[in-house]
């Protein structure tokens, strides 16, 4: 064999390892965990009603009002009767400890009766459906929703029904 080809491919093989230890030199690597927390579902059930009272109505249209805070006011052509209890609807929220979610009312909603519908609309809730409400540290909160009825001229006296939906999801 040539000395000069052996040294030369000798040369070859020791400048390639030395390039292919400092590549290794220069590269590092390392790992990571992966974790997921996997909370309970967060759910919503109605405990109360929305319950606008008695109501005589009269001549005139008018508007019958409940907030959060069970208040009820009236406007236009509405006499409030004693005979109910007006409230705002309560639903109990659960789900996980200290989370936060969002509340979507509805626009509007209709009572049937034995006369014309009734529209409800306006709904209103505490805490407050432009925000968020907050879970407790035992993982529950109350949501209470008020809203306005549109009662009709010489609406045709007898019992209203109606339902509407009130949805909740996590932040």
């Given at each position: 064999m040539n000395p000069m080809?052996?040294?030369?491919?000798?040369?070859?093989?020791?400048?390639?390892?030395t390039l292919f230890s400092a590549a290794l030199a220069s590269a590092a690597s390392t790992s990571s965990s992966a974790n997921a927390s996997i909370v309970s579902a967060i759910a919503i059930t109605n405990t109360?009603?929305?319950?606008f009272g008695q109501i005589a109505p009269t001549i005139v249209i008018g508007t019958v009002s409940v907030a959060t805070t069970g208040e009820r006011a009236g406007l236009g052509g509405v006499t409030l009767?004693?005979?109910?209890?007006?409230?705002?609807?309560?639903?109990?929220?659960?789900?996980?400890?200290?989370?936060?979610?969002?509340?979507?009312?509805?626009?509007?909603?209709?009572?049937?009766?034995?006369?014309?519908?009734?529209?409800v609309d306006g709904f209103v809730s505490n805490p407050d459906a432009t925000g968020t409400g907050t879970l407790s540290a035992l993982g529950a909160q109350t949501l209470l929703v008020g809203a306005?009825?549109?009662?009709?001229?010489?609406?045709?006296?007898?019992?209203y029904t109606g339902t509407f939906n009130v949805d909740v999801n996590y932040n």
């Open positions: 080809k052996s040294f030369t491919t000798t040369l070859a093989i020791i400048a390639t390892a109360a009603p929305l319950n009767a004693n005979g109910s209890t007006p409230a705002a609807a309560s639903f109990a929220v659960t789900g996980a400890a200290n989370n936060t979610y969002t509340i979507t009312l509805p626009a509007s909603t209709t009572l049937t009766g034995p006369g014309a519908p009734m529209t306005t009825l549109h009662v009709g001229v010489s609406q045709v006296a007898g019992a």
